[in-house]
């Protein structure tokens, strides 16, 4: 089954869209090409691309979206 989410893209802040998959999660950013895609069971990053980001700075960026769902329910 596929979910889509409205997110806020980690790289620019514009309304990103993140679709659940089976096995993974992407995450994707019309606005400034932001694309990420995380093994659903793992977390590991499969596919990761962003203007200006280099590839060391996914791995913080990785731990900011595990960490949302936390952030959410504390609020
Ligand atoms: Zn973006």
């Known amino acids: 089954m596929t979910t889509q989410q409205t997110v806020r ?3 620019c802040g514009s309304l990103a869209e993140r679709w ?3 096995n993974s999660i992407q995450t994707e950013c019309s606005a400034c090409d932001y694309l990420m895609v995380t093994c659903s069971k793992t977390g ?3 596919e990761a ?3 200006g980001i280099s590839v ?3 791995v913080s960026i ?3 979206l ?3 769902p936390l952030a959410r329910s504390l609020s």
Do not use: I, K, M, R
Request: aromatic share 10%.
């Open 9 to 11: 893209c980690p790289n």
């Open 20 to 22: 659940h998959h089976a």
């Open 44 to 46: 590991n990053v499969l």
């Open 49 to 51: 691309y962003a203007p």
């Open 56 to 58: 060391s700075d996914f």
């Open 62 to 64: 990785q731990s900011v």
């Open 66 to 68: 595990t960490l949302e």
